[in-house]
């Protein structure tokens, strides 16, 4: 354990840091601050030394040069327990520091040469060196952990706490690095330039949680911030510790939501849909949502663009789940899924701050990056066949192609009504998740038509209603495809299942005798002119 004498303290962001001032100055800590942080704590009455009083040098050149001195940095560096070391500070009339709280001017949202910040990023780096000796803080989020260490120690620090922190040091000076050189190269590169400069895109923030398990209980896991987005923008209120797959799960879930903006619910199962639902409230579209399939849902994900009120929670409970993440949960909701101890409960900040405008994955030992696919060119869709479809079918085309933009390829969505009432995901052969998707659909027509009752499972109405309650009898279906078609085969399918418009993004080879496949049994069809592959 390493007693803590003297901190040497310089940021600029000061929230926080009375609670750590008001704890050194209990254990009598002597603490070295420059100009503006010296001012703060002593209007606080929290004693401090001006650096420049310690190294009798003032701050020059508008404070690019204040704490850049042998002083300063020979008490950061040196080795305690090295009497040559301790010999020369005498000489020198230099004391040791065992803690230093840096951070670093705001380059991200005021980038400029002015905003590279020198002084404090070779004190971080310097403290980080010597974590055997001296703790450093470089962001007041680790304020909490300080204070919960010195508590515990009676004002020291363990060799454990210390590298940790020290590593996160490092963490800290490589992404602000980063940053300064991304600028540069952005600034550097013509309009032409389509490559990936942002060096930031793969480098981790400062931020991070362990998860319960990775992808199988025997894997370790952690969520970790990316440097370009360095905060963790989403709230877990209640349940058990999350795992890999409720992170995974749901991301795909809350961002098929946001594809609507009418208040939609989707539930998430092994990273695909299986349950789409649009409505006038949450706990319309949750109806509409569980009786398309409600054999899927079960210990599934269940995410919702608006705020989940007490009625929706008190259905969403009826059903094992694993999940409920929305941008708010209000009182009457969050006393309903009390009930259910082990419920994940989770809210996030903001839809475009939880998203990334890159997406990568692990390849062959190298890494795969795109841009995200979130927009649709609705523009250059055409109608391609004799028959036009209706504004009705149109409404439920471009609702079906947005929801097998986030199935897994090879996707096919049967929907009416703004309900995804089957979903045939993830096969080697299209005409496979068609036979899928049909043999969900017919699934769905049984339970409808023998009016099986669901009392038991906790619904208040029977499968009848998916028919009833939303006014529908599945002659009105749309079929989406997230590739062309590239036969006729998925389409004998379609005419199976009573479809009236088929939606694809057209571009195969046979694209002609799919059309006049269409035309011979009357059914409409869009092409996209873009594909929605998600592997």
Not at 65 to 93: C, M, R, W, Y
Not at 271 to 277: G, I, K, L, R, T
Not at 450 to 465: C, F, R, Y
Not at 483 to 511: C, N
Request: charged share 25%; with cysteine.
């Amino acid at each position: 354990m390493k007693k803590i004498q003297r901190a040497l303290i310089s940021v600029a962001n000061k929230d926080g840091l009375l609670r750590v001032g008001e704890l050194l100055k209990t254990y009598g800590v002597e603490i070295l601050a420059s100009d503006g942080t010296h001012a703060f704590l002593n209007k606080n009455n929290i004693n401090s030394i001006q650096i420049s009083d310690y190294t009798k040098f003032p701050e020059i050149l508008d404070g690019r040069v204040k704490t850049l001195n042998p002083l300063i940095f020979a008490g950061i560096l040196a080795k305690s327990d090295d009497e040559k070391h301790s010999s020369q500070l005498k000489e020198v009339e230099a004391k040791f520091i065992d803690l230093v709280i840096v951070d670093l001017y705001d380059f991200k949202s005021q980038p400029s040469v002015e905003k590279i910040d020198i002084g404090g990023s070779a004190l971080i780096r310097a403290a980080a060196k010597n974590f055997n000796d001296l703790i450093v803080i470089t962001n007041n989020s680790d304020y909490e952990l300080l204070i919960d260490e010195l508590e515990k120690n009676n004002g020291s620090t363990s060799l454990e706490f210390r590298r940790k922190l020290a590593e996160k040091a490092f963490q800290y000076s490589v992404n602000y690095d980063s940053m300064i050189h991304d600028w540069f190269v952005k600034s550097n590169n013509s309009a032409n330039d389509n490559s990936f400069p942002n060096s930031n895109l793969l480098k981790f923030g400062n931020h991070s949680i362990h998860m319960r398990y990775g992808e199988n209980p025997n894997q370790n896991a952690t969520f970790q911030t990316l440097a370009s987005n360095d905060s963790i923008h989403f709230t877990q209120l209640s349940g058990k510790e999350l795992s890999y797959n409720n992170i995974l799960d749901s991301h795909a879930a809350i961002h098929l939501c946001y594809e609507f903006k009418r208040p939609t619910i989707v539930i998430v199962k092994h990273n695909n849909p299986c349950c789409v639902a649009t409505g006038k409230n949450t706990f319309d579209a949750y109806r509409k949502a569980i009786l398309a399939d409600r054999e899927s849902s079960f210990g599934g994900i269940v995410a919702s663009n608006v705020e989940i009120d007490g009625c929706t929670a008190q259905e969403i409970i009826k059903i094992f789940t694993e999940v409920v993440i929305a941008p708010n949960i209000s009182e009457e909701a969050m006393q309903v899924f009390a009930t259910k101890p082990n419920l994940r409960v989770i809210i996030f900040d903001d839809i475009k701050k939880i998203s990334n405008d890159i997406d990568f994955k692990p390849a062959l030992g190298g890494v795969l990056i795109q841009d995200t696919h979130y927009s649709l060119n609705e523009e250059n869709w055409k109608c391609v066949t004799n028959q036009k479809p209706s504004d009705d079918l149109m409404r439920d085309a471009n609702f079906a192609y947005k929801v097998s933009k986030h199935v897994k390829s090879n996707a096919i969505v049967f929907a009416t009504n703004e309900i995804a009432v089957a979903i045939g995901p993830g096969q080697t052969s299209r005409v496979q998740s068609a036979r899928i998707a049909m043999d969900r659909l017919n699934s769905a027509k049984e339970n409808s038509q023998t009016s099986t009752d669901l009392k038991n499972d906790g619904l208040e109405i029977s499968m009848q209603a998916l028919g009833e309650y939303h006014n529908h009898d599945y002659t009105n279906l749309v079929m989406a495809s997230d590739g062309f078609l590239p036969f006729a085969d998925s389409l004998e399918i379609a005419i199976e299942a009573q479809i009236k418009l088929v939606i694809q993004p057209g571009g195969s080879m046979r694209d002609q005798e799919v059309i006049d496949y269409a035309n011979k049994h009357n059914i409409s069809m869009i092409f996209t002119g873009q594909r929605v592959f998600k592997h």
